[in-house]
């Protein structure tokens, strides 16, 4: 039996949450997390093990956080964004709150 799933992806992003926030203590919580979700890769198997994931199972994909930490990756990704509450309520709102 493996240990997959949420249960097993939840510790290791918070452990790499914690990695990212070490390395760059000016990014906010929303930064890390854009960041962590645009290097993500999106190579997930579904829990089967054999057939591809489709978005519904793999959310963002699989946060990949060894390596280099050059160019592209979590540490430093092409794009993050730093959204705070009022992006999210004027995007679901349709307002341009400033």
């Known amino acids: 039996m493996a240990i997959a799933g949420t249960s ?6 918070a452990g790499i949450f914690a990695l990212m926030d070490q390395a760059h203590p000016d ?8 960041a962590l979700m645009t290097t993500a890769h999106q ?3 579904d829990n089967d093990r054999v057939s591809q994931a489709d978005p519904f199972d793999m ?6 956080p060894g390596g280099k930490w050059s160019k592209g ?8 964004y730093d ?5 999210y309520t004027a995007f679901t709102c349709g307002m341009e709150w400033g």
Do not use: C, F
């Open 8 to 13: 097993m992806s939840s510790p290791h992003v």
């Open 27 to 34: 990014w906010s919580p929303a930064t890390v997390k854009s």
């Open 43 to 45: 190579d997930v198997r």
């Open 59 to 64: 959310g963002a994909g699989h946060a990949n």
């Open 73 to 80: 990756s979590i540490a430093q990704p092409g794009l993050a």
């Open 83 to 87: 959204a705070s509450l009022s992006e």
